[in-house]
């Protein structure tokens, strides 16, 4: 078998076999998880309904480091299809400051996001929002059914949404489990009649990106950038942070990563910004968000300050430069939300090839052992 054009021997031999196969795996596990979901669907509403239907209902999205980001990238799709109040705040914040984030008296959805389900601020948060608000119900999105998260999400006002078992991925860094579980959250609070036709373009655009852009990526991966930008706008801005991240993690802090929108970057960050940064902007779909994206392009091909600018879009425009654009297959007419799936899998790509070049070994990357898989020594005091 080979994992992004590389044979399991030769990845085995750098240590990056899982993380290879689990981004490339991601087309064939948002289809599996679909048809989980799909097969849950009337559990799921009757569950969701009386829920949302509660009024003043606070929505809000929890987990730790990536688990959290998955929120912050669903909540403007959330928000825009609720209407109601949605808010991303992760465990780290609502463990930590409890009282300033629960309300009493105000009906409250926890929505938690874990890939083991074992870190503990996704237990804490579970059991502060069960002690700190008094209409609480819980939906808990995770992938491993022996995680302590999911074996309490059971009972009145409590959902469990289990992701296939091949995302509890066994590699460092979370790709595959991230994905799904933003398909997941995609699925129960954006529904769409256009849902599974639009699903499908996603996992057909993706599928074509891993095989026709990964070389691409490599190419750009081998210049070792010392310093990586994230640019995103919506929820694109969610994505840009989950992609600094997982450069980050993969290389060991070698190759330093920030994120913004890119309307937030001229506010200071953009002082980043020397020959040694690759810029890497999501380009949004929509007509009137794409606008300020294609600004923040040109000036920065303008300013010719930075290394290397690279865009990964759906549409094409005058201002892509050839060799420094993505061109997702057949997405141009699709809303952002189902952008994110070839997005983040092409941040992915990245990081893992960046993190080869410098001879990081991505599926343990931590070469002093310090950060690990489920976060470890963090103690939980009593409220």
Not at 104 to 126: C, H, I, K, Q, Y
Not at 349 to 360: E, P
């Amino acid at each position: 078998m080979t994992y992004l054009d590389y044979s399991e021997a030769t990845l085995r031999s750098m240590d990056a076999y899982w993380t290879a196969k689990e981004i490339e795996q991601q087309p064939a596990t948002w289809q599996k998880t679909y048809q989980m979901l799909e097969a849950n669907k009337g559990k799921i509403e009757a569950f969701l309904k009386p829920v949302l239907d509660t009024k003043n209902i606070r929505i809000i999205l929890t987990g730790a480091g990536t688990s959290a980001f998955v929120g912050a990238s669903i909540a403007p799709a959330i928000l825009k299809s609720f209407g109601g109040r949605v808010e991303a705040i992760p465990t780290t914040d609502l463990v930590s400051n409890p009282h300033e984030f629960f309300q009493e008296d105000v009906p409250t959805l926890l929505v938690s996001f874990a890939r083991s389900g074992n870190s503990p601020e996704s237990v804490a948060a579970f059991e502060c929002a069960e002690k700190l608000v008094k209409n609480c119900s819980q939906i808990a999105i995770t992938c491993n059914a022996e995680g302590a998260l999911y074996k309490r999400c059971q009972g009145d006002n409590k959902l469990a949404l289990l992701m296939p078992e091949e995302t509890n991925d066994k590699s460092f860094a979370m790709t595959s489990s991230f994905s799904c579980m933003l398909l997941t959250a995609l699925y129960v609070f954006c529904p769409s009649d256009a849902f599974e036709q639009h699903l499908t373009a996603a996992i057909n655009a993706t599928s074509a990106l891993l095989k026709t852009y990964n070389m691409m990526l490599k190419s750009v991966a081998m210049k070792k950038f010392e310093r990586v930008v994230y640019l995103g706008s919506g929820v694109s801005k969610g994505l840009a942070q989950e992609g600094a991240l997982k450069l980050l993690e993969l290389t060991d802090g070698q190759a330093l990563s920030t994120f913004d929108s890119p309307l937030g970057f001229r506010h200071g960050p953009k002082a980043v910004v020397n020959d040694k940064t690759l810029v890497i902007i999501f380009i949004s779909n929509d007509p009137y968000t794409r606008q300020y994206d294609l600004e923040l392009l040109a000036e920065l091909q303008n300013d010719q300050e930075v290394g290397q600018i690279l865009s990964i879009t759906a549409k094409s425009d005058p201002v892509f430069k050839q060799g420094e654009c993505v061109m997702l297959d057949n997405m141009s007419e699709v809303d952002d939300t189902y952008l994110m799936f070839p997005f983040i899998a092409s941040a992915q790509v990245y990081a893992l090839q960046h993190s080869l070049a410098i001879n990081n070994t991505p599926d343990n990357p931590s070469s002093s052992g310090t950060i690990n898989r489920v976060v470890q020594g963090v103690h939980i005091h009593a409220l």
